[in-house]
């Protein structure tokens, strides 16, 4: 199998280009072509090699996401031409990632545990214990840091300092709660519970979209509803569906994306590894197999790809 690690292409009337963590952006005028690429980051840092079938695993479970929450908030995709590619519209983001929970884990509970009860400006109940269940669930928002890390955000703050207007951040956080509500019913489909995630917003020519990708494994924390409550009164930990488990292996071996520190080896038996847990997700949050692909051309595939969908949507846009 190979694996996507950069794409390199030139389209005629291409406007720019962005690479991103894990994602090449190709931009003509208004519309977008974004490439799901196999990087993979954790701790804020690029890892050295890349996935095989990672990114078409996130971009097709972002697509089904995207598809099955367009009638609730819109959104800025137009077609997903290949498994690895999306098209959409370019969108002005909001300085705000949405992070919203329903269950107290992860950065939410260090805080909690380490004896907070306002969380980005929310109150928490006293007694709650790891993966708890909060009464109703919370937005936490982050700010979106272009160098470094996001930073926790009050709504409050937000508004004190002007990052979103208080009728922008309104819509923002009643599409954000029906998001989690259709998130969640989604998740319970598949024996899952949508424990927290993040959504980020837009504007394209004066309204909001739903932006980047939703309820992917690397965006939120799903829990296997099986045997969760046993496991909460047992104190036990809870099986997690995400990507904790890259993570996990860096932890291990030493490293937390802190100064002086170095990745671990990624040997082919990790990456190999990586990559079966990847589509392991797939097929749990999609309750199918991730479909087949002819590895032998791939970066030719994405490239006609792009070309055939940009010529099509810009004439459609052209009869509009």
């Avoid at 990624?266 to 097929?283: F, H, Q």
Wanted: hydrophobic letters at 35%; proline letters at 5%; aromatic letters at 10%.
């Amino acid at each position: 199998m190979e694996a996507i690690k950069e794409t390199h292409f030139n389209f005629p009337g291409q406007t720019g280009f962005y690479r991103g963590k894990v994602r090449d952006v190709y931009y003509f005028g208004d519309l977008m072509a974004m490439v799901a690429t196999d990087r993979i980051s954790a701790f804020d840092v690029i890892l050295p090699r890349a996935i095989p079938d990672k990114g078409r695993v996130l971009n097709q479970i972002a697509a089904f996401n995207l598809q099955a929450t367009k009638q609730i908030v819109p959104n800025w995709v137009l077609e997903t031409p290949d498994q690895n590619v999306t098209i959409g519209f370019k969108c002005e983001p909001f300085a705000v990632e949405m992070v919203v929970r329903g269950y107290l884990a992860g950065h939410a509970w260090r805080e909690y545990k380490a004896g907070k009860r306002l969380v980005c400006g929310v109150p928490l109940p006293e007694g709650l214990k790891e993966n708890d269940k909060l009464p109703t669930p919370i937005i936490t928002p982050t700010t979106k840091a272009h160098v470094g890390h996001d930073e926790d955000i009050s709504r409050e703050e937000i508004l004190k300092r002007g990052i979103v207007s208080e009728s922008d951040y309104k819509i923002l956080e009643d599409y954000t709660y029906k998001l989690f509500s259709k998130g969640t019913e989604l998740a319970a489909e598949r024996n899952l519970i949508l424990v927290d995630t993040k959504y980020e917003f837009g504007k394209h020519n004066g309204k909001i979209f739903l932006i980047d990708e939703v309820h992917t494994p690397d965006s939120s924390r799903y829990f296997y509803a099986e045997g969760y409550e046993t496991r909460q009164r047992n104190n036990e930990p809870q099986k997690q569906l995400s990507k904790e488990f890259v993570r996990q292996w860096l932890i291990e071996n030493g490293f937390q994306g802190k100064e002086g520190q170095q990745i671990p080896e990624m040997t082919d038996a990790i990456v190999a590894s990586i990559s079966s847990r990847y589509k392991e997700l797939y097929k749990q949050v999609r309750g199918e197999s991730l479909p087949l692909v002819d590895y032998g051309q791939m970066n030719q595939r994405i490239e006609q790809s792009i070309l055939n969908s940009i010529n099509s949507v810009i004439l459609e846009t052209k009869k509009i």
